[in-house]
C-alpha cells in the first residue's frame, strides 16, 4: 500500500529528518560547465569556415559542420537550464528522507515535495548500486523500486545510516548489485 504525506506536520512521530537536494557546488559546477561548453560550441558555429571530420568516418562540410556546432551548443544550453530547475527546485521544494518507528518517508518524485510512506515491513528488497563512484540505495516497495542517491543527502554517513536502519528495521540486507 503506498501512502501519502505531504507537510511536515501530517503523519507519525519523526525518528530523524535528511535535508534530500542536489548540492549547490554540483548545480553551480554543472552550470558552469556546460555553460562554458555551450558558449564555446557558439563560438565555432559563428566562426566555422571549414569542413569537419568526426572519427576519421563521417565528412561534414563547413555548413554540415555549422549545424553539428550549434546541435552541441544546443545540447549544453539544455544542461544549463536542467541547473536552473535544479536551483528552483532547491529553493522552492521541500524534498526530505524520513525516518520514522514504522516507516520510511521519501520523495514521490525528483520535482516534487510529496512523500511516500514506505512501511518498514512492505520492503521487500534492499539492493546498493555504486555507479563510477556515486552511491545510491534501490528500495524495493510492493514491486516499485524507489531510490535514493547517496549525493542528494547531506553526507556519505546520513546515506550508511539510512541503510543501516532500513536493513535493521526491514529485515533486509542492502546487497551490493554487480
Same mark, same amino acid.
Request: glycine content about 6%; some cysteine.
Given at each position: 500500500?503506498?501512502?501519502?504525506?505531504?507537510?511536515?506536520?501530517?503523519?507519525?512521530?519523526?525518528?530523524?529528518?535528511?535535508?534530500?537536494?542536489?548540492? !549547490?557546488?554540483?548545480?553551480? @559546477?554543472? /552550470?558552469? &560547465?556546460?555553460?562554458?561548453? *555551450?558558449?564555446?560550441? %557558439?563560438?565555432?558555429?559563428? =566562426?566555422?569556415?571549414?569542413?569537419?571530420?568526426?572519427?576519421?568516418?563521417?565528412?561534414?562540410?563547413?555548413?554540415?559542420?555549422?549545424?553539428?556546432? !550549434?546541435?552541441?551548443?544546443? @545540447?549544453? /544550453?539544455? &544542461?544549463?537550464?536542467?541547473? *536552473?530547475?535544479?536551483? %528552483?527546485?532547491?529553493?522552492? =521544494?521541500?524534498?526530505?528522507?524520513?525516518?520514522?518507528?514504522?516507516?520510511?518517508?521519501?520523495?514521490?518524485?525528483?520535482?516534487?515535495?510529496?512523500?511516500?510512506?514506505?512501511?518498514?515491513?512492505?520492503?521487500?528488497?534492499?539492493?546498493?548500486?555504486?555507479?563510477?563512484?556515486?552511491?545510491?540505495?534501490?528500495?524495493?516497495?510492493?514491486?516499485?523500486?524507489?531510490?535514493?542517491?547517496?549525493?542528494?543527502?547531506?553526507?556519505?554517513?546520513?546515506?550508511?545510516?539510512?541503510?543501516?536502519?532500513?536493513?535493521?528495521?526491514?529485515?533486509?540486507?542492502?546487497?551490493?548489485?554487480?
Amino acid at each position: 500500500m503506498e501512502n501519502r504525506m505531504s507537510g511536515p506536520s501530517s503523519g507519525p512521530p519523526v525518528e530523524r529528518e535528511y535535508p534530500y537536494r542536489p548540492k !549547490w557546488p554540483a548545480i553551480a @559546477l554543472c /552550470a558552469l &560547465f556546460f555553460g562554458a561548453g *555551450a558558449a564555446f560550441m %557558439a563560438h565555432m558555429a559563428l =566562426s566555422n569556415d571549414r569542413g569537419l571530420v568526426i572519427n576519421g568516418i563521417i565528412e561534414l562540410s563547413s555548413e554540415g559542420a555549422r549545424v553539428f556546432y !550549434w546541435i552541441i551548443a544546443g @545540447l549544453f /544550453a539544455a &544542461f544549463v537550464l536542467l541547473a *536552473a530547475m535544479l536551483v %528552483a527546485v532547491r529553493l522552492t =521544494s521541500r524534498q526530505r528522507v524520513v525516518l520514522t518507528p514504522e516507516a520510511i518517508l521519501v520523495p514521490r518524485g525528483r520535482w516534487s515535495s510529496e512523500d511516500i510512506a514506505l512501511p518498514f515491513a512492505e520492503i521487500s528488497d534492499l539492493v546498493l548500486v555504486e555507479v563510477q563512484g556515486e552511491r545510491f540505495l534501490n528500495i524495493i516497495h510492493e514491486g516499485r523500486k524507489y531510490t535514493l542517491a547517496a549525493s542528494l543527502l547531506p553526507s556519505k554517513e546520513d546515506f550508511d545510516a539510512i541503510r543501516r536502519r532500513l536493513e535493521e528495521r526491514a529485515g533486509a540486507t542492502a546487497e551490493a548489485e554487480a
